[in-house]
């Protein structure tokens, strides 16, 4: 099992920053994807970022060279620092885990709600 706990969450004018912080804990060394989704009042889950435990990183389009994924292996943390916020970014933000390759997610957190005001 793994648990999952985000945080840095708020309310941002456009074009602010935020990062938000997903600290993993249990069989943390079983997990080998991690990243973020996030789903708007209305609309469908979307990946947004990702990071293997090799270092690969990968990005939904609309956020590409505004948004970054890193990861601290000695913290268990997984970071997203998004920059250049538009008020299309505003949705709740959920880090995931992959511990079966293949899957598309294993263990969720439970979200932490990003508002971007224009």
């Known amino acids: 099992q793994v648990q999952l706990v985000e945080s840095g969450g708020g309310l941002v004018q456009a074009g602010g920053s935020l990062r938000l912080s997903c600290a993993a804990s249990?069989?943390?060394?079983?997990?080998?994807?991690m990243g973020w989704y996030r789903q708007a009042p209305g609309k469908q889950r979307e990946l947004v970022a990702s990071?293997?435990?090799?270092?690969?990183?990968n990005y939904v389009d609309s956020v590409k060279g505004r948004f970054t994924i890193s990861g601290d292996s000695a913290k268990s943390t997984v970071y997203l620092q998004m920059n250049s916020l538009k008020p299309d970014d505003t949705a709740v933000y959920y880090c995931?885990?992959?511990?079966?390759?293949?899957?598309?997610?294993?263990?969720w957190g439970l979200g932490t709600q990003v508002t971007v005001s224009s």
């Open positions: 995931y885990a992959v511990v079966n390759p293949g899957d598309d997610y294993d263990f």
């Open positions: 990071i293997t435990s090799g270092g690969t990183t």
């Open positions: 249990g069989d943390i060394f079983s997990i080998y994807v």
